[in-house]
């Protein structure tokens, strides 16, 4: 029986990929990048996700980003705003909790988008979870790549790729083992992860390295 695909309302799906461009390009003018250092930042954290789900996994054709055009209007708009009045956006007071926000929802919901894709797509339940982790966290990851940074993924941090992980096992076994209805299993899942992000943020749960390794890790320079 085919396995009904997940959308996000169109207008969530937009805002988070316009607010993840702005947080991109407003990183890279930080860096100090030119226009096209810019755009390809955040070009990247808002749809990178997305290209290695389609082009490394699914391979179904042209990217979802090329076949929809509001996407790259949506990122152009972005980097335009951050040419022209990107100081003031900085200084924005709540543009951090807002991205917060954004990433929280959008963590559970592109990690749910990406595996009911790959069920459709008929990949084993471990290349499920991988596929909608990758759409996950693969845009931060690219980021950090081009900006020659170490991903944020391998530092300790809030958790992030922990709970897309756990959020991804938590619906396959929702669909797989318990065969709850698919949209209710996402959206629990979208549900289960926000809260648990917004309380790690909160709280300042994080992750830490391994302290039999002490003596290796506390000499590394970024450490």
């Given at each position: 029986?085919?396995?009904p695909?997940?959308?996000?309302?169109?207008?969530?799906?937009?805002?988070?990929?316009?607010?993840?461009?702005?947080s991109?390009?407003?990183?890279?003018?930080?860096?100090?990048?030119?226009?096209?250092?810019?755009?390809?930042?955040g070009?990247?954290?808002?749809?990178?996700?997305?290209?290695?789900r389609?082009?490394?996994?699914?391979?179904?054709?042209?990217?979802m980003?090329v076949?929809?055009?509001?996407?790259?209007?949506l990122i152009?708009?972005?980097?335009?705003?951050?040419?022209?009045?990107?100081?003031?956006?900085?200084?924005?007071?709540?543009?951090?909790h807002l991205?917060?926000?954004?990433?929280a929802?959008?963590?559970?919901?592109?990690?749910?988008?990406?595996?009911?894709?790959?069920?459709?797509?008929?990949?084993s339940?471990?290349?499920?979870?991988?596929?909608?982790?990758?759409n996950?966290?693969?845009g931060g990851?690219?980021r950090?790549?081009?900006?020659?940074?170490?991903?944020?993924?391998?530092?300790?941090g809030?958790?992030?790729?922990v709970?897309?992980?756990?959020?991804?096992?938590l619906?396959?076994l929702?669909v797989s083992a318990l065969?709850?209805?698919?949209?209710?299993?996402?959206?629990?899942?979208?549900?289960?992860?926000?809260?648990?992000?917004?309380?790690?943020?909160r709280?300042?749960?994080?992750?830490?390295p391994?302290?039999a390794f002490?003596?290796y890790?506390?000499?590394?320079?970024?450490?």
């Amino acid at each position: 029986m085919p396995v009904p695909s997940f959308e996000l309302p169109p207008y969530f799906d937009y805002g988070a990929t316009f607010l993840w461009a702005l947080s991109g390009a407003l990183l890279g003018a930080r860096k100090g990048y030119a226009i096209p250092g810019i755009l390809t930042v955040g070009f990247v954290s808002s749809v990178g996700g997305g290209l290695l789900r389609d082009g490394l996994f699914l391979q179904n054709g042209p990217p979802m980003v090329v076949r929809t055009p509001g996407y790259l209007g949506l990122i152009v708009a972005a980097v335009l705003i951050i040419l022209l009045v990107g100081g003031r956006i900085q200084r924005l007071r709540h543009l951090p909790h807002l991205i917060g926000m954004v990433d929280a929802i959008g963590l559970g919901a592109y990690a749910v988008v990406g595996m009911t894709l790959a069920l459709e797509a008929g990949l084993s339940l471990p290349g499920v979870v991988l596929v909608g982790l990758v759409n996950a966290v693969g845009g931060g990851i690219l980021r950090d790549v081009l900006m020659r940074r170490e991903p944020s993924m391998f530092l300790p941090g809030t958790l992030e790729e922990v709970l897309a992980l756990l959020g991804c096992l938590l619906f396959v076994l929702q669909v797989s083992a318990l065969g709850w209805p698919l949209r209710a299993a996402a959206w629990l899942t979208i549900g289960t992860i926000f809260v648990l992000r917004l309380a790690a943020i909160r709280y300042g749960l994080r992750s830490k390295p391994l302290p039999a390794f002490r003596d290796y890790w506390e000499q590394t320079p970024e450490r």
